[in-house]
């Protein structure tokens, strides 16, 4: 009796052992692609970045051009209705199944969310200084022919107030490119980083390094939440990892400074 009912409590055990290991190496499994596909996502996102940072930069410097241009027009009688095209850009790359990935960081995840949120700022602000830029030649058109209208026209005016328009939408996209481009770029090296260090062969060791609290020494419950998933922590991370964050984004700013050369 005890054996005919040892059996079937032994099968059904070692089933659920069974499942319970499937299910460890199913999640471990899919934990790699997901390290994986942010890799391969982010390179793409930064390269994007870069290249758009580029042709903005360059955009920038011909708007500066023009202002200088402008400005040295000496004739009384002169309207200035000269312009330059917006750059052809193409939407940054964003992989929005990211947000949704279970990588065991709390790090991570959270910069993730913050890239995919950033990229996405970016595509459409770059897409509205398109339209900006182009609503500033229509009002600079109609500027010209109302004072071409006017009995008593001022073109100089007309210059300078276009120039000051330039000059202002100039300064809106370096600030742009100094600011909001330069943190995504350095959230997306962070990640880049990280990512890295978690997909290497001692990648268990530094995530619990970093991250864990199991069987770490604190002297009272308030000492491991401090340790523990907050934004203090975020910050710690980014100190630990600061040097090959600058280290890998000096070394993307020389490549390009040598493919431009």
């Given at each position: ?14 089933s ?8 460890i190496?199913t ?9 994986r ?10 390269d994007?970045?870069?290249k758009a940072?580029e ?10 051009s ?11 009688n ?7 095209n917006?750059?052809?850009?193409r939407d ?12 065991k960081?709390?790090y991570?995840?959270n ?46 005016q ?8 330039i000059?202002?939408?100039a300064n809106?996209v370096?600030?742009?490119?100094s600011?909001?481009?330069?943190q ?30 199991k ?16 934004l ?14 600058t280290?890998a ?8 400074t040598?493919?431009?050369?």
């Open positions: 009796m005890a054996g005919a009912a040892i059996g079937p409590f032994l099968a059904v055990t070692l659920a052992i069974g499942f319970w290991i499937k299910s190496t999640q471990r499994n899919d934990r790699k692609e997901f390290l596909r942010i890799e391969i996502s982010i390179t793409r996102s930064l994007d970045t870069f940072r042709k903005l930069r360059f955009f920038v410097s011909r708007l500066r023009l202002m200088a241009e402008i400005r040295a027009v000496t004739e009384h002169n309207f200035s209705l000269d312009t330059i917006y750059p052809s850009m940054i790359y964003r992989d929005i199944d990211i947000p949704n990935f279970k990588v960081s709390y991570l995840h910069k993730l969310l913050w890239v995919d949120a950033g990229i996405k700022e970016t595509n459409e602000t770059i897409l509205a200084f398109k339209s900006d830029f182009a609503e500033l030649q229509r009002k600079n058109e109609l500027h010209v022919i109302l004072m071409q209208q006017n009995r008593t026209p001022n073109p100089p007309q210059r300078a107030d276009y120039a000051y328009n000059e202002c939408f809106a370096d600030e742009f490119i600011t909001s481009m330069a995504g770029i350095e959230f997306m090296t962070q990640i880049k980083i990280y990512n890295d260090k978690m997909r290497g062969r001692k990648g268990f060791w530094f995530l619990w390094r970093h991250e864990g609290t069987f770490k020494y604190f002297r009272n419950k308030a000492g491991q939440k401090t340790f523990a998933r907050n203090d922590s975020m910050d710690r991370i980014d100190k630990t990892i600061q040097f090959d964050v280290n984004i000096n070394k993307a700013e020389e490549r390009l040598r493919l431009a050369q």
